[in-house]
């Protein structure tokens, strides 16, 4: 690890959030005699139904093209452990972070973002769908694991990191409404929606963005959608792929991509501490409060690797999320996504009976409303395979069950 890297704060820094001072948990629960209210946070996160189904979920290609291919699960472990160690550096709560990382993906539909765009037009009518409304709604409504409550009950923290870990919520500003479970949940327990996330859950949101750009760089390079040489015309990520060559001439190409990939990471990684640390500098909070009120995030990525992220988003955009190998499967999704909606909106008898008594239980409080969001809850929930399976059992005139 670099220079930048290699500080271990036995002490938290005064910015950040701290377990003892937590604003506690929506229903009230006796401490653990081993454990912080945010260790238990990450670990009820891991116990969670939601977060074993994310094995089955994919990024950018289905599960069934390749068992090497990132998932959900495996974005979401990366994305703690780059949280984990940026907010070591930075003397933050790691376990606050590592909470947040692993929690971020839970609300994902199957098949990615092509999922979410057609589940969020069929529920256009019903208040939406989000991916991040749908976590909020998971770790506080869907998840019964707990004798005592329904959801995780997660502390304050937790929650606001994960419904605000990409930034303030500020409905005024396009006009456009809260998601239906945030605004519901926030006149409930207030998670102040317009102040910036605490410093963990910015990094969570930042350390996606490192994960996200470099495994994607990964699967499209081994799916050969685009090649090294493709990529070496770009700023940042050319320059580190020439030094690799420099440096280990002759490399094999799944060495070549592997060692191009651990260096961006570790440039982007010591790139946003030393923004990071500058800004802290310039705003001097002197808690994790004076964090939120800040006039912007605080942790961040330079102006200049900003920059260098656009060029490879929209590299990535175009020969990858665009490809026509991705937008044929993409537009199978999404019309099985749509013919499942459909299907069972119009005969809610064809849902699994545990839904149909959750169903019932709900009566006739807001009819159609209800019954489409419950909907939402059950195709949202799926894996991938299971997704494809459920649409096979349903459609194919020659399936058996």
């Known amino acids: 690890m670099t220079a930048a890297h290699s500080s271990h704060h036995a002490r938290p820094a005064p910015y950040a959030c701290r377990p003892e001072e937590s604003r506690g948990r929506r229903v ?62 930075l003397g933050l709560n790691e376990d606050l972070a590592e909470a947040v990382a692993l929690a971020h993906d839970l609300g994902h539909t199957p098949f990615g ?17 989000s991916h991040n409304d749908q976590t909020l709604r998971i770790v506080t409504y869907l ?43 926030n006149e409930r327990w207030d998670l102040e929606l317009a102040t910036n996330p605490c410093a963990e859950a910015q990094v969570a949101a930042l350390a996606d963005d490192i994960a996200y750009n470099n495994h994607d760089i990964d699967d499209g390079l081994r799916a050969g959608l685009f090649t090294m040489d493709d990529l070496a015309e770009l700023p940042l ?43 802290l500098e310039e705003v001097k909070p002197g808690s994790a409060a004076e964090v939120r009120v800040a006039p912007r995030a605080v942790v961040a990525f330079s102006g200049e690797m900003r920059g260098h992220d656009r060029v490879l988003r929209a590299f990535l955009k175009e020969r990858m999320y665009r490809h026509y190998r991705v937008n044929r499967m993409m537009s199978k999704c999404r019309r099985l996504v749509r013919d499942l909606f459909n299907l069972f909106t119009a005969e809610p008898s064809t849902l699994p009976t545990e839904w149909q008594e959750e169903l019932a239980g709900a009566g006739d409080a807001g009819g159609l409303q209800v019954r489409a969001r419950l909907v939402a809850d059950y195709i ?22």
């Open 380 to 401: 949202a929930g799926m894996t991938d395979r299971f997704a494809l399976a459920e649409h096979n059992r349903l459609f194919d005139m020659d399936s058996k069950t």
């Open 28 to 89: 009230p629960e006796p401490e653990s005699p081993t454990r912080s209210v945010f260790q238990r946070d990450r670990d009820r996160i891991v116990h969670s139904g939601a977060f074993r189904k994310l094995q089955y979920k994919t990024q950018v290609f289905v599960y069934h093209e390749g068992d090497y291919f990132r998932t959900r699960l495996t974005h979401s472990l990366e994305v703690a452990q780059i949280a984990r160690s940026i907010s070591r550096t």
């Open 237 to 279: 990520i050319g320059p580190i792929i020439r030094k690799v060559r420099d440096d280990h001439p002759g490399l094999d190409k799944t060495r070549l991509i592997h060692e191009t990939v651990r260096r961006m990471i570790n440039h982007m990684v010591v790139d946003l501490v030393i923004e990071t640390r500058r800004r």
């Open 143 to 185: 998840e019964r694991r707990y004798a005592g409550f329904d959801g995780l009950n997660l502390t304050w923290e937790a929650l606001e990191g994960v419904v605000k870990h990409n930034g303030p919520l500020l409905p005024v500003a396009d006009g456009a409404e809260l998601p239906t479970t945030i605004r519901t949940f």
């Open 113 to 129: 973002h092509a999922g979410e765009r057609e589940l969020n037009a069929c529920m256009a009518a019903y208040g939406g769908f």
